[in-house]
C-alpha cells in the first residue's frame, strides 16, 4: 500500500469521546461511543459482515476503509488476511494476521491523498449519510479514484429510506426527526438512491442487501456488542440521566419512523468505459 506523509504504523487505540458538548448537545454517535458502544453502523456487525462476504476479499488484496470511526470493522477485515490495508480518519488498535502492511492516514475521506488506483477494495461505513448529497458524490469520487480498475470493488453500509417510491415529504420529516435527535445532518437515501449516486459516480451495483434499522434495539445491541459490554452500555446510561435522555429520544424517533427506516450495504465495481 503506497502511503503519504498523512500515514503512520497503526499502534494504539484512539480516544473516545466524551469530554466536550454536554450530552443534551452531543452528536448522537459522539454519545453512544462515550458510553461505551463500539459498533455504530445501522445494519449492525450481521450487515458489516454480508458486505465483506460479498467483497470476496483475498490474500492480494489491497483495501482502505473509508471513515474508520472506531475501528470496529478493521479486526474483521484484517482476520481475511489482505495484502495490505488502510484505515482513514479515526482507527482503532489493528493487530494484523500474518504479512497484512497496515497503516492510518489521517485525512477526509473525500481526499485521502492516497495514490490514484492504489487499491483493490474500498469500502466505507456510516459515513455518508450524514453528508449532504454534493458530499456525499466527493467520498464516491474519491473511492472511485482509488480504486484499480482491473477487479476493484466498493462497498458502502448506510441507513435507507424505505420504501422507494417514498413521497417526498415523508423523506424530508423523517429526515428532520433524525437531525433533530441525533444532532447531525442526517439525509438517508431510499436504495434506488443509493444505486443512483454510485452510478453517477461511475459505479455499477452487483449485489444488496437491506436489515431493518435496529441500533438501540435491545437484541440488537447485544448482538453487536455482547452481553457483558451491553450490559455496562446500559449501565452508564443508567446511571447518567441526561445521556438517559438523549439515548430514549433517539431511540422514541428511531421507533417512530421504523416502518420507513432501514440499514442497506451495496457493493459495486467501476463500470466499464464506453469505447
Given amino acids: 500500500m503506497a502511503t503519504t506523509d ?7 487505540e484512539p480516544p473516545v469521546p466524551g469530554d466536550g458538548p454536554a450530552p443534551s448537545r452531543m452528536p448522537g454517535h459522539w454519545l ?27 490474500g492480494h488484496d489491497r483495501v482502505v476503509e473509508l471513515a474508520a470511526g472506531l475501528g470496529a470493522t478493521a479486526p474483521l477485515t484484517l482476520a481475511r488476511g489482505p495484502a495490505a490495508f488502510a484505515a482513514v480518519a479515526r482507527p482503532g488498535a489493528l493487530a494484523a494476521p500474518g504479512p497484512t502492511e497496515v497503516c492510518a492516514v489521517r485525512a477526509d475521506a473525500a481526499d485521502t491523498g492516497l495514490p490514484a ?15 449532504p448529497y454534493p458530499a456525499k458524490r466527493r467520498v464516491v469520487r474519491e473511492a472511485r479514484r482509488l480504486l484499480d480498475g482491473v477487479g476493484g470493488r466498493y462497498a458502502l453500509h448506510e441507513m435507507c429510506l424505505l420504501p422507494d417510491g417514498l413521497d417526498a415529504d415523508a423523506a424530508d420529516r423523517i429526515a428532520a426527526d433524525l437531525r433533530e435527535a441525533v444532532h447531525v445532518g442526517t439525509r438517508p437515501l ?31 445491541l447485544v448482538a453487536d456488542e455482547g452481553l457483558v459490554r451491553a450490559l455496562g452500555i ?33 457493493v459495486a465495481v467501476p463500470t466499464p468505459s464506453q469505447p
Fill in 32 to 58: 453512544l461511543a462515550r458510553l461505551g458502544k463500539r459498533v455504530l453502523r445501522p445494519g449492525g456487525v450481521e450487515l458489516t459482515g454480508w458486505m465483506l462476504d460479498s467483497l470476496e476479499l483475498g
Fill in 190 to 220: 431510499t436504495p434506488a438512491g443509493w444505486s443512483e449516486l454510485l452510478a453517477v459516480e461511475g459505479f455499477t451495483v452487483t449485489a444488496r442487501r437491506t436489515v431493518p434499522m435496529a441500533l438501540l434495539q435491545p437484541r440488537r
Fill in 6 to 12: 498523512r500515514t503512520r504504523p497503526v499502534h494504539r
Fill in 117 to 131: 488506483g492504489s487499491a483493490d477494495v474500498v469500502y466505507g461505513e456510516a459515513v455518508l449519510t450524514m453528508q
Fill in 234 to 266: 446500559a449501565g452508564r446510561a443508567l446511571r447518567d440521566p441526561a445521556s438517559r435522555r438523549r439515548v430514549m429520544h433517539m431511540r422514541r424517533v428511531f421507533r417512530r419512523h421504523r416502518a420507513h427506516l432501514g440499514a442497506i450495504s451495496l
